[in-house]
């Protein structure tokens, strides 16, 4: 059964920085694309980025050229760092593996 644990997630003010994590078992994180998405209070899923198994990577308008999704194929994670967090940000961020969400997500709050 695969397995995916987000962590990372925090309180950070407006230009922050945070790193979220995913730590995949059950199966590679290359087997797969690999995908973020998050749910703001009151919103539905946005999806953000999506990592694919030759390495290449894209991403929503929203957080492109902020946000970089990444992995770490020795230690079966999945990345995403976010620079010049907006309040906007503010949301459960979830991975996902071929656009299955199965883990509980982490909280980011972007504020003052």
């Known amino acids: 059964e695969v397995q995916l644990v987000e962590s990372g997630g925090d309180l950070v003010r407006p230009g922050g920085s945070l790193r979220l994590s995913c730590a995949v078992s059950?199966?590679?994180?290359?087997?797969?694309?690999m995908s973020w998405a998050r749910q703001a209070p009151g919103k539905g899923l946005e999806w953000l980025a999506h990592?694919?198994?030759?390495?290449?990577?894209n991403y929503a308008n929203s957080v492109r050229a902020r946000f970089i999704i990444s992995r770490d194929t020795a230690k079966n994670i999945l990345y995403l760092e976010m620079n010049n967090l907006k309040p906007e940000d503010t949301a459960i961020y979830y991975c996902?593996?071929?656009?299955?969400?199965r883990g509980p997500g982490t909280q980011v709050t972007v504020s003052s």
């Open positions: 990592l694919y198994g030759d390495g290449s990577a």
């Open positions: 996902a593996r071929a656009l299955s969400i």
């Open positions: 059950g199966a590679s994180v290359t087997s797969a694309y």
